[in-house]
């Protein structure tokens, strides 16, 4: 639907009515559930985390998938649903410190003979 819809579709004011719904949602939710924290006592490092997540893990990131739908096959356009774990999983490691167990990166081949599949099946269909 969206690669049909690309041209009539303003991908900031989708991000944007996301964002919006599901925030309040979210926070309701925490309230009916006891699980609200007041907001003086998350950390700074929290909220850092909080602002990298909402501009690299949402807003960028679907920019970037919307930008793929308009320009490679579906798919192609689709692997960001496989690659964007991998990334977290390496940055988290990268960054945090996170650990790769083994069953992980067993995952993480798994995946990546998965994608290489798609790409080669796709390669091979532009080729017949």
């Known amino acids: 639907y969206t690669k049909k ?15 919006v719904i599901s925030g309040p949602l979210v926070y309701l939710i925490s309230e009916v559930t006891n699980n609200a924290v007041a907001f003086s006592e ?7 985390a909080i602002a990298y997540l909402a501009l690299f893990g949402s807003v960028l990131s679907f920019i970037a998938y919307l930008y793929a739908l308009q320009n490679l096959p579906t798919d192609q356009a689709s692997l960001y649903a496989y690659i964007n ?31 290489r599949l798609v790409n080669k099946a796709a390669k091979a269909t532009v080729t017949d």
């Open 5 to 19: 819809e690309a041209v009539n579709f303003n991908p900031y004011f989708s991000l944007g009515l996301q964002m």
């Open 42 to 48: 998350i950390p700074w490092q929290s909220w850092t």
């Open 85 to 115: 774990p991998i990334v977290a999983l390496l940055s988290g490691a990268l960054i945090s410190g996170d650990k790769l167990t083994l069953p992980i990166l067993i995952g993480v081949l798994i995946t990546l003979a998965g994608v």
